[in-house]
Nanobody, 124 residues
Framework: QVHMVESGGGLVQAGGSLRLSCAAS????????MGWFRQAPGKEREFVAA????????YYADAMKGRFTNSKDNDKNTLYLQMDRMQTGDTAVYYC?????????????????WGPGTQVTVSS
């Protein structure tokens, strides 16, 4: 297993940008496909994006396509999520985790273990 710790969250205005980082605290980060999820207040955790172990392939939830960019630096054991043209609906706690299921999955149960998350708040 690989254990991750998210950072980079904060307050941003609608239309602005933010970059999240997710650093491996234990485990062999480079061999894992990875994913980002988010959880808004009162809602279930939802899929955001995923990236292949090498960083060569990605896929996104429809609402994030064209606005979010997922990248992976295996030398730094760090995952990144660049978020542009942010919307108030992007307000949530963001999490990253290793993918334990098949490539292409968006199911929460196919990812883990979960870190503490980082809060992102988008103001109007």
């Amino acid at each position: 297993q690989v254990h991750m710790v998210e950072s980079g969250g904060g307050l941003v205005q609608a239309g602005g940008s933010l970059r999240l980082s997710c650093a491996a605290s234990a485990g062999t980060f480079s061999i894992y496909n990875m994913g980002w999820f988010r959880q808004a207040p009162g809602k279930e955790r939802e899929f955001v994006a995923a990236i292949f172990w090498s960083g060569s392939l990605t896929y996104y939830a429809d609402a994030m396509k064209g606005r979010f960019t997922n990248s992976k630096d295996n030398d730094k054991n760090t995952l990144y999520l660049q978020m542009d043209r942010m919307q108030t609906g992007d307000t949530a706690v963001y999490y990253c985790a290793a993918m334990n299921g098949r490539w292409g999955t968006q199911f929460e149960a196919d990812f883990g273990p979960w870190g503490p998350g980082t809060q992102v708040t988008v103001s109007s």
